[in-house]
């Protein structure tokens, strides 16, 4: 490696904490179905970008980062329906709906890229 911070590395693992904190949140208000749903989405991001890092080739580099990326859409859709919901109470949610909008266009710009250069 190259020394240099990993931005969507070090954000997705962030979002990930925050997700599970989210997590907790939920389960004390008795939330166990949406709660599920984020906690595997939210955490899946980071998971696939750290799969990404390791990739063998360029082909699977993209292909774990587009799964990241088809995670952090899904669990911008739960977070945005956790609060057009009222689901929590007094739970600011627009952080992690910021958050998961940034990952989604950064990864979206790793992508992109990577599609089209000769390097990983």
Same mark, same amino acid.
């Given at each position: 490696?190259?020394? @240099?911070?990993?931005?969507?590395?070090? @954000?997705?693992?962030?979002?990930?904490?925050? =997700?599970?904190?989210?997590?907790?949140a939920m389960i004390k208000q008795n939330e166990f179905v949406l709660s599920k749903q984020i906690v595997r989405s939210g955490t899946?991001?980071?998971?696939?970008?750290?799969?990404? =890092?390791?990739?063998?080739?360029?082909?699977?580099? =993209?292909?774990?980062?587009? =799964?990241?990326? @088809?995670?952090?859409?899904? &669990?911008?859709?739960? %977070?945005? *329906?956790?609060?057009? !919901?009222? *689901? *929590?109470?007094?739970?600011? %949610?627009?952080?992690?709906?910021?958050? &998961?909008?940034?990952?989604?266009?950064?990864? !979206?710009?790793?992508?992109?890229?990577? &599609? !089209? !250069?000769?390097?990983?």
């Open positions: 490696m190259n020394g @240099k911070p990993n931005v969507i590395k070090e @954000k997705s693992y962030q979002f990930a904490i925050d =997700i599970v904190q989210l997590y907790k899946s991001i980071g998971a696939n970008v750290e799969e990404a =890092i390791a990739a063998q080739s360029r082909r699977d580099f =993209i292909s774990k980062m587009s =799964i990241a990326s @088809k995670e952090a859409r899904e &669990s911008n859709y739960w %977070l945005r *329906l956790i609060r057009d !919901t009222n *689901l *929590l109470k007094d739970v600011d %949610l627009n952080y992690l709906i910021s958050g &998961s909008e940034e990952i989604i266009r950064i990864i !979206t710009a790793i992508v992109k890229t990577s &599609s !089209t !250069t000769n390097e990983v």
